[in-house]
Every structure is written in structure tokens, then in C-alpha cells.
């Protein structure tokens, strides 16, 4: 089998391409709007916003992202005055992560370019296309590994 024919029928690199190419895409329109932010950190704000203070670890369960990186978003949230690290207070030793007035400001102003972007990224899609292959991609995420985090360690 040659190496185009094995690519075209490999859903791999078709999810891997689109995934690069859609961070790249979703940072640089921030930008271009005058936000200084990338993808990464806007969904990690997203999520602190969905709910509110928030263990860190369990925002690592949230965003799938390994607490080495997870810390140095929230690190580099910090240095904008977007989010603060705090005591959680049944846990001494945990810290919650919530947004500055700030960060509820940005996200708050960049929420409708969220909706310019899915315009822009589904267009020439058809509604049931976008339906199937959001079907299509949860089999993938099941076939990986089920539910990673549970609801009760998200919720702690």
C-alpha cells in the first residue's frame, strides 16, 4: 500500500493535521482582534468560568492536559492579571484557580469571536455533516480511553 492511500483512509493524521491547524488558526484570530491570549489559555478560562474556583488538578481532568503544562498556562495567566492561584480552604494543601475581573472581562468580550470562528471553521458544512462526524470523533475519544476523569473528581 503506498503512503498517500495509507494517510487518505488513516484518521490520525487527518484529526492531528486539523487540530494544529485549527490552534494556529484560533490563536492568530485573537490576535489579529488585539487579544493577546492563545487557545489554550482561553479554554482554561472558559472552564474556570463554567466553574467557578476551581483545584487545579481537577482542571487538569477538564482541559486533558498534563499538569506540567496545565501550571504553566495558569502561570502565564497570573503574569497577565487573568487568573489568581488561592488556598483552598478545606484543603490547605490544594490551590483553586480563579479569574481576576480581568479575565471575566476578556472572556467576556472575546465569547462572541467564538462564534465568527465556528462560522468560519464549519463553513460549506452542512449541519447533519457536522452532527456525524462530531458522532465519529466521540467514538475515537471512547476508543482512546473512557472517561479519564470522573464527575466526582471534578467535583471535589
Request: aromatic residues 6%; glycine residues 4%; positive net charge.
Amino acid at each position: 500500500m503506498n503512503n498517500n492511500k495509507m494517510q487518505e483512509d488513516n484518521l490520525i493524521p487527518w484529526i492531528g493535521q486539523t487540530a494544529k491547524k485549527m490552534e494556529y488558526f484560533i490563536t492568530n484570530f485573537l490576535q489579529e482582534k488585539g487579544y493577546n491570549i492563545t487557545k489554550e489559555q482561553w479554554i482554561l478560562m472558559f472552564h474556570i468560568s463554567m466553574h467557578g474556583e476551581t483545584q487545579q488538578n481537577n482542571l487538569a481532568c477538564l482541559t486533558n492536559r498534563d499538569k506540567t503544562s496545565l501550571t504553566r498556562i495558569i502561570t502565564t495567566l497570573e503574569k497577565k492579571n487573568l487568573a489568581v492561584r488561592i488556598v483552598d480552604e478545606q484543603d490547605k494543601r490544594s490551590k483553586l484557580i480563579k479569574l481576576t475581573k480581568d479575565g471575566n472581562e476578556l472572556l467576556d468580550k472575546t465569547k462572541p469571536l467564538f462564534i465568527e470562528i465556528k462560522q468560519q471553521l464549519t463553513k460549506g458544512i452542512s449541519e447533519q455533516d457536522t452532527k456525524f462526524a462530531i458522532e465519529i470523533l466521540k467514538k475515537v475519544q471512547e476508543n482512546i480511553e473512557p472517561e479519564l476523569c470522573t464527575k466526582k473528581e471534578i467535583n471535589k
